[in-house]
């Protein structure tokens, strides 16, 4: 639904009506709002996002994709942009070093510890003159 609301989906303002729900942190994670299309006027409950709705209010305007075929299909325009999947990236970014660092020490760590103990000492000796 989402693709075919990005390739065919019609973009126009809403009228927030409502604030249908809140997280547990207060933000506003969905609005009712209410359009008009070509054959009728819809009011749909839309989810929105990463604080995006704290601006709405109601008699105020958002941005909404619908579907021409069936108006019921609404989306905000904003989360058809996909940012959703810029935080997803760059949370997989982050990890990814992480990891290798993580990696990257481990190897460093076993090496000492090799050469350590080729040399005759244990990991957790006194080193010579310490």
Same mark, same amino acid.
């Given at each position: ?6 390739? @065919? ?8 009506? $409502? ?12 609005? &009712? ?7 009728? &006027? ?12 704290? *601006? $709405?209010?109601?008699?105020? @305007? ?7 075929? *069936?108006?019921?299909?609404?989306r905000q325009a904003d989360r058809l942009d996909g940012s959703e999947a810029d935080g997803i990236r760059l949370g ?13 020490? &481990? ?22 003159? $310490?």
């Amino acid at each position: 639904m989402l693709q075919n609301l990005r390739e @065919h989906g019609q973009r126009t303002e809403a009228n927030v009506v $409502a604030i249908a729900g809140r997280t547990e942190e207060g933000w506003t994670n969905s609005l &009712t709002v209410r359009f008009s299309t070509p054959p009728r &006027t819809v009011q749909k409950t839309i989810d929105v996002g990463d604080g995006s709705g704290n *601006d $709405a209010k109601p008699g105020g @305007h958002v941005a909404i994709v619908y579907n021409p075929t *069936d108006p019921t299909e609404v989306r905000q325009a904003d989360r058809l942009d996909g940012s959703e999947a810029d935080g997803i990236r760059l949370g997989s970014v982050v990890i990814g070093l992480l990891a290798a660092g993580f990696l990257v020490g &481990t190897a460093r760590e076993v090496v000492r510890v090799r050469e350590q103990t080729e040399a005759g000492r244990t990991p957790d000796a006194p080193r010579p003159g $310490a």
